[in-house]
């Protein structure tokens, strides 16, 4: 989040930076919540839930603080509607590429793989899944997963290579 | 995951995007290796399905907008609604739990009950009294409409409430008359206060009070031992004809008529007795130059004699 040295201490009841707020986050948290739980109508309730939640108390919500209010309100919200649902994940392809140094000669485009990938995403653990989605799709760093959720680099790491064993095994050979 | 240090290493570079040429040479090396890169890249290529970001804005903006106590009241209806539901629950257990127990005596009949606390109470026709039978030993508090004797056993205060007046008392044998207007208390033993507006009086063994035409309370003698209608009389001194026939019609479950020619503030001293109605209304006619004329079965005309 960009931090202008007057903003920081503004609360975000003024339209303007509610909006910028919301064009910056809305996306990272609907994808968040989504890898989490799988489920694309809810995470985008959720989103429009904390956002509304955020306005009805703007006036206790310095703008530097509106980032971690959002993603527990909106964690919150979806522990009590999205979780116990199965995990439906569903994705495009994106066009451009994220990595320019990803070397490896390797475009897996045929529709089958794409469906083996996604169904077998969805079987990952919630905390798994959510790490090595915001990794891979988001592009986030371990140290930023991290920070973002709150646990170590070890931790992150972890879970990203045991995401990758399990999808290894369920795939099978490529 | 069997991968050795160097390979996690490698692979966590090549994940964080931070992979020198050496690191990706190494990789092409290493077909185990390659396959998690393979697969992490083809996720990678993966796409969440479009945000749509200003449609999405204007739809918030839409709801916030929508007055709050829209959803707040939907929620206190869902509260009212359990808190409803919880006082009815509570009512009907209240209800159920402090209902008094009710006991009314036909015309023509008498009943006895006992009370928690062994007390008698002997209810004379045409009466109906009521109590709380669950909290009876901390309140003794009796409502009554009609007459009935009371033998109290030993205890706390023990009320009877009438429309007229209250009689209280601790342990002792008393009768209580109500009747539309008429309010007579006989104390038989103990002590009794009998309460009428403002008025109270205390009653020793012996004496009776009467509530009088023109709203005060008046102290007399008895003789009897138990009021008479206990005993199969009922008794009267100095009462009108009205009282005497409502109490005749009580006891024998009567309908009596009476012709314009009969006073009804007329006075009469005397007693009858149950059982037998000819006798009966012999005995109230006869001393009032009155005769009496069946229509029906329990039907009665009264007129003056000529």
């Known amino acids: ?174 | 995951m069997n991968l050795n240090f160097t390979q996690k290493e490698l692979l966590n570079r090549w994940l964080n995007a931070e992979a020198d040429e050496s690191d990706i040479a190494a990789i092409k090396n290493d077909p185990e290796l390659l396959e998690y890169i393979q697969i992490s890249q083809a996720a990678s290529h993966l796409a969440t399905p479009e945000y749509e970001l200003e449609k999405a804005y204007e739809k918030l903006i839409a709801k916030r907008n929508q007055p709050q106590k829209v959803y707040k009241l939907f929620t206190f209806q869902k509260v009212y609604r359990y808190a409803a539901i919880l006082i009815a629950l509570v009512g009907v257990y209240y209800f159920f739990q402090t209902r008094p127990s009710v006991i009314e005596v036909a015309y023509a009949q008498q009943s006895e009950i006992v009370l928690p606390d062994a007390s008698e109470v002997l209810i004379n026709a045409g009466s109906k009294l009521s109590y709380q039978k669950n909290n009876w030993n901390k309140k003794r508090l009796i409502h009554l409409e009609g007459e009935a004797y009371f033998k109290v056993s030993k205890g706390g205060k023990f009320t009877v409430q009438t429309s007229l007046g209250n009689v209280q008392v601790v342990g002792t044998q008393f009768n209580v008359n109500q009747r539309e207007n008429l309010f007579e208390v006989e104390c038989y033993q103990g002590k009794v206060d009998v309460s009428h507006g403002r008025e109270i009086i205390r009653l020793t063994p012996g004496k009776c009070v009467k509530l009088s035409t023109d709203g005060t309370l008046v102290l007399s003698s008895i003789v009897a031992k138990a009021p008479f209608w206990t005993t199969g009389v009922s008794n009267f001194e100095n009462e009108s004809l009205q009282i005497v026939l409502d109490e005749l019609k009580r006891q024998y479950n009567l309908q009596i008529d009476v012709d314009s020619t009969v006073s009804l503030d007329q006075r009469f001293t005397g007693s009858f007795k149950r059982g037998n109605l000819d006798l009966a209304l012999k005995t109230i006619c006869l001393p009032l130059k009155l005769t009496y004329r069946f229509i029906a079965d329990k039907k009665v005309v009264l007129h003056a004699e000529n």
């Open chain 1, 1 to 174: 989040m960009q931090s202008n040295p007057t903003e920081i201490t503004q609360n975000v009841c003024e339209d303007r930076l509610y909006q910028s707020i919301f064009n910056q986050l809305a996306p990272k948290i609907r994808n968040y919540i989504y890898f989490k739980f799988g489920n694309l109508e809810k995470a985008e309730d959720v989103v429009q839930e904390a956002f509304i939640k955020l306005w009805e108390n703007c006036s206790k919500v310095p703008y530097g603080k509106a980032k971690s209010y959002l993603y527990t309100i909106a964690t919150n919200l979806s522990l009590n509607e999205v979780a116990h649902q199965k995990v439906k994940l569903k994705f495009g392809n994106q066009s451009t590429k994220k990595h320019t140094n990803e070397s490896p000669e390797f475009i897996l485009e045929t529709e089958e793989f794409k469906t083996k990938l996604e169904n077998s995403i969805a079987n990952l653990s919630e905390a798994q899944r959510t790490a090595f989605l915001l990794n891979r799709i988001e592009g986030m760093k371990y140290v930023e997963i991290a920070e973002h959720l709150q646990i170590s680099v070890k931790a992150v790491e972890k879970r990203i290579h045991n995401a990758l064993m399990v999808l290894r095994e369920e795939i099978g050979n490529i």
